[in-house]
């Protein structure tokens, strides 16, 4: 999950558009849930409009806000409400952030297994590639926001058209308000490694455990695609090292000066176009962004200890 800030540009037009009657959205929804034992549940319509879609996908370079993985080459984005807009799972009275529904800031793009609840198998740091095939043939753990909004013990949770954010403490990480940094953190275990994504620091965040449960961050299969992108960064990184001592070697022969530069600097730059597409791997726009940068700053610190 990476941090990314809306800016400062408008709402999409959709969210706050009339009807036919001079209505917006959120005018009709405040009508609706205003009439006592509804039969009906409110048919929201302007978070999925056209607009909306484009302007989340662009913001997230068509990644999901939550675990980074590309979807438009498998499916379509879902417009995720943070806050859920109908009901809450962990509190049956509530009806759900209704009033947030059409809310820009309340909009995120997710992918399928993030945002709904689904069968799921979960990886834990105990996994290794053998128990990864066995756990695939086995049953399943629910995963999956849905309507999930959990707050922290004192949190009190929002009532109809409050916006007080503070006073719920809620427990979900949101790209656009947080720091996931300061709460998740990317390892890789085992060997052949994997690449799971943990809560930070000695006393586990509750945000970033939180997190990770609800969102589903260490399920099976985004594991798997978070490791395939994992064992690229370690190819490259040998590359680097590999032709670092070559190079080396290559400049403690006896050779004419003009020889040894004809041999190094084909080298020279292989080694520099490698160190470029690892570091490209690390752009926002990337799938894994956040693992990928992670594992490239551990890469360059034990270069440095080594002294290669």
Known sequence: MRHVPRGSAQPPLSLSALDSNGKSELQRAREHYAEPEQAKRFEFKAYSSDDVKWRLNTLFHFKCAYCETFFSASSPVDVEHYRPKSRVSEDAAHPGYWWLAMDWENLLPSCIDCNRKRRQHIVNQSSSLISLLENSRR?????GKKDSFPLANRGVRMQPESRDHFEEQALLLNPCEHQPESFLHFVSIGAPSLSLVVPTGDRESPHGATSIHVYGLNRLGLVQDRTRYLRRLELLGDMMISLGELIDQVDRMA????QRDEIIRPLRLLLD?????????????????VMAETWIAQFFQQIANRGV
């Open 139 to 143: 049953a399943a753990t629910s995963g």
């Open 273 to 289: 176009k490698t160190g470029k597409e690892m570091t490209q791997m690390a752009r926002p726009d990337q799938p894994y962004s």
């Open 255 to 258: 050779l004419e000066e003009v």
